[in-house]
T-cell receptor
Framework: NAGVTQTPKFRILKIGQSMTLQCTQD?????MYWYRQDPGMGLKLIYY???????DKGEVPNGYNVSRSTTEDFPLRLELAAPSQTSVYFC??????????FGDGTRLSIL | DQQVKQNSPSLSVQEGRISILNCDYT??????FLWYKKYPAEGPTFLIS?????DKNEDGRFTVFLNKSAKHLSLHIVPSQPGDSAVYFC????????????FGKGTKLTVNP
């Protein structure tokens, strides 16, 4: 029972590079989410999706893109990495109006 | 501006005693509140929730109290155990849905044996 799986667990990027953070869930949840957590802060919502083909912005979407082609997968794309995007990224999924289940995070450093 | 505030960054209690973690919110449209627990290098894990139509919800050792007039909620853990040592996040959402959660900064609880 894997739940929400995020890859990679750690990554170091150079300024201006691009990368995709992967997230997959095996619970058949309709809803999926991306959050970032900066040191000493709470989680902030970047993007979310209520189903395949449907995505919407959260509180801090600038500098990121998402897509949702399947129920299981919700990748997060950084096109031009900036130092301000150094953070821990969490993916989550849920049924509508149910608590969200989180992955273990991707720790991303941009130097 | 923080819509969900956890004003105590840390709390230390003795094993067997009660732990009380507090959370305040400013947005009167919030109607669903959750507590998540987080261990280092892991994702947050759902602990307990409460809807604004209730003022109390219990699940084993965990009880959440909601005071809507004061825009305040609290999580009580009785009795506290060393395995409860973690960071606890309060989160809130509005309009009856669980998406678009707004999180507090968290309170680090340490339960001493």
């Amino acid at each position: 029972n894997a739940g929400v799986t995020q890859t990679p667990k750690f990554r170091i990027l150079k300024i201006g590079q691009s990368m995709t953070l992967q997230c997959t869930q095996d619970m058949n949840h309709n809803y999926m989410y991306w959050y970032r957590q900066d040191p000493g802060m709470g989680l902030k919502l970047i993007y979310y999706s209520v189903g395949a083909g449907i995505t919407d912005k959260g509180e801090v979407p600038n500098g990121y893109n998402v897509s949702r082609s399947t129920t299981e997968d919700f990748p997060l794309r950084l096109e031009l990495a900036a130092p301000s995007q150094t953070s821990v990224y969490f993916c989550a999924s849920s049924y509508p109006s149910e608590p969200q289940h989180f992955g273990d995070g991707t720790r991303l450093s941009i130097l | 501006d923080q819509q969900v505030k956890q004003n105590s960054p840390s709390l230390s209690v003795q094993e067997g005693r009660i732990s009380i973690l507090n959370c305040d919110y400013t947005n009167s449209m919030f109607d669903y509140f959750l507590w998540y627990k987080k261990y280092p290098a892991e994702g947050p894990t759902f602990l307990i929730s409460i809807s604004s139509i209730k003022d109390k919800n219990e699940d084993g050792r965990f009880t959440v109290f909601l005071n809507k007039s004061a825009k305040h909620l609290s999580l009580h853990i009785v009795p506290s155990q060393p395995g409860d040592s973690a960071v606890y996040f309060c989160a809130a959402s509005g309009e009856g849905g669980s998406e678009k959660l707004v999180f507090g900064k968290g309170t680090k609880l340490t339960v001493n044996p």
